[in-house]
Structures are given as structure tokens and as C-alpha cells.
């Protein structure tokens, strides 16, 4: 998959649901901005990412094995990560006392990942057009 076919599937496809968020926040007056940016859809969108280049470096023999390793080494971390913040809010969810755990820290962590994810992300694909624009 080269990198405009990423920007198409992959991330605009994870960012449907706060894009949507937002548009519901234009419209309803009696939501706040914390519902703009769910823990869940973060967590969502960064799992995604990361999916996203293992399967896309799972099958390709034209990159060093090292490089390729790190890199999937590095997605199934992050993957891990996600994962454990994603449970982290739902158990969120289901406390009473709300302020034991503070959501807005998480939503940062989260927020902070989401970039950094997106940023890995494209130089995955952007070493990768370039080896497949070389080779060809």
C-alpha cells in the first residue's frame, strides 16, 4: 500500500469517529469538549495505526529483516499500550467514584501516543513507497 492509499484507508478511516464526535458537539448544545475526544476512539485510532503496519510489513521481503523486525516489535508494543489505556477507561466507566482515576491524564497520554503513532506510521509508509518506487 503506498502512502496515499494510507492517508485514505487508514487514517482517515480512524479518525471517522472524532470527526463525527465533533460534529455532534457543533450541534448538541449540552455537550462539553471532553466528549470531542473519547479515550475509547483514541485508543481505537492508535490500535489501528499500529495493526495497520504490522500487516503492511508482515509480507514485504524487499526491507531489511532488522529494520522490519524493529518496526513490528515497536507496532506490538504500542499495540500493548493502547490496549492497557483502552481497559484502563473502560474500568473508568464502571467506577462510582469518578475521581479516582484522573480521565483527563489518560485522554493526554492517549492524545500524546495518537501523534507519535501517526508519526511512526508515515515513516513506515514513507520508507516503504520509497523502496517500492526503487525496486520498480
Known sequence: MNKNRWIIYT????????????????????????FVFNEGDLSA?????????INELDGNNLVDEIWKKQKIGYSTLLIIVFSSLY?????????????EVNSNNIKGVLIFLCISALIFS??????????NKSAS
Not at 122 to 131: A, E, N, V
Open 122 to 131: 508515515y515513516s513506515i509508509y514513507k520508507h516503504l513507497d520509497t523502496i
Open 87 to 99: 481497559g484502563i477507561s473502560l474500568a473508568l466507566n464502571e467506577l462510582t467514584n469518578k475521581n
Open 45 to 53: 485510532f492508535g490500535l489501528m495505526l499500529n495493526v495497520s503496519n
Open 11 to 34: 487514517v482517515a478511516t480512524g479518525i471517522i469517529p472524532l470527526v463525527l464526535r465533533f460534529f455532534y458537539f457543533l450541534f448538541f448544545k449540552k455537550l462539553d469538549a471532553d
